[in-house]
């Protein structure tokens, strides 16, 4: 995870605010007992209005790769439209292939 100040710096102003509720986000996912579940979730949907309101496009992507808390809620935001859209699709792609030459393998056994 990048530290906040270069990930502001990196990211438009309007991200900022994202930025810096995204942190805490993660900072409250490393450490859960800081936080009682009440502010928890309240942090959590801070988060999830100001993902709903910021423009998608590069600045997005780089902010949710530095923060995998935002990108993991913000991929949940999203299921119903895109699925698992920030999931690595080879590693899913793989495990599928492997449970399929599984299955293949103990059908010829029975």
């Known amino acids: 995870m990048s530290t906040p100040s270069s990930t502001q710096r990196a990211l438009p102003p309007a991200l900022h605010a994202l930025a810096a509720m995204a942190l805490l986000l993660e900072k409250l996912e490393r450490q859960p007992r800081d936080a009682s579940p009440g502010q928890y979730r309240q942090v959590a949907m801070q988060v999830q209005q100001l993902l709903a309101e910021a423009a998608h496009g590069p600045a997005l ?45 103990a059908r010829g056994r029975a």
Do not use: K, T, V
């Open 61 to 105: 992507d780089q902010l949710l790769q530095a923060m995998p808390a935002a990108a993991q809620l913000y991929e949940n935001l999203h299921y119903a439209q895109a699925g698992l859209c920030r999931a690595p699709l080879q590693p899913a792609l793989d495990a599928e292939l492997a449970a399929a030459a599984a299955l293949r393998r």
